[in-house]
Antibody, heavy 122, light 106 residues
């Protein structure tokens, strides 16, 4: 059974840092690209970041570029999101999400974690 | 690429046929997915490649469209279908989502 379990969320002050983790199991993590998606309270979904299976290609939303860093450890079946210079607008539930396919692009996200809440407030 | 969903909210009854539209700011071929999200839960993939039904999703859900205009249709609403629906373009990063359509019970 495919499972994605996020952790690392919590309350942080503006300007602070937080590192999210996503533990993957039930599939061959090393051959899938991965994504982070967030959802502010009561708001819609916002794609945050993408990393290819080998970490060779990385993309970020403009809203987090220069502040967030995505990474992965295929030996540990884990995905990470290092979040620095956090702002109130970064308050959201953060989901890791796996694409449906492994080859090519344009794959939707068929598996999502349960999400971890990040609250940026003083 | 911006996605605009309409309507933003919709009231309907069990058994109704419902259509939600998603318009892209530029052509995205058929690179569009639809998700259903219930409160406190992660989104669930319903449709991808504009019209391909994800495994395990009931056949009352269907999708159509290409280029800039897309639709999600629920042929006969069931009680479990009341949720928020999002479209997502997968043509190019950033993989943007529509703002969502909240489907409520009339």
């Amino acid at each position: 059974e495919v499972q994605l379990v996020e952790s690392g969320g919590g309350l942080v002050q503006p300007g602070g840092s937080l590192r999210l983790s996503c533990a993957a199991s039930g599939f061959t993590f090393s051959i899938y690209s991965m994504n982070w998606v967030r959802q502010a309270p009561g708001k819609g979904l916002e794609w945050v970041s993408y990393i290819s299976s080998s970490s060779s290609t990385i993309y970020y939303a403009d809203s987090v570029k220069g502040r967030f860093t995505i990474s992965r450890d295929n030996a540990k079946n884990s995905l990470y999101l290092q979040m620095n210079s956090l702002r109130a607008g970064d308050t959201a539930v953060y989901y890791c999400a796996r694409p449906l396919g492994t080859m090519g692009s344009s794959w939707p996200f068929d598996y999502w974690g349960q999400g971890t809440l990040v609250t940026v407030s003083s | 690429i911006q996605l605009t969903q309409s309507p933003s909210s919709l009231s309907a009854s069990v058994g109704d046929r419902v259509t939600i539209t998603c318009r892209a700011s530029q052509g995205i071929s058929s690179s569009l997915a639809w998700y259903q999200q219930k409160p406190g839960k992660a989104p669930k993939l319903l449709i991808y490649a504009a019209s391909t039904l994800q495994s395990g999703v009931p056949s009352r859900f269907s999708g159509s469209g290409s280029g800039t205009d897309f639709t999600l249709t629920i042929s006969s609403l069931q009680p479990e279908d009341f949720a928020t629906y999002y479209c997502q373009q997968l043509n190019s990063y950033p993989y943007t989502f529509g703002q969502g359509t909240k489907l409520e019970i009339k």
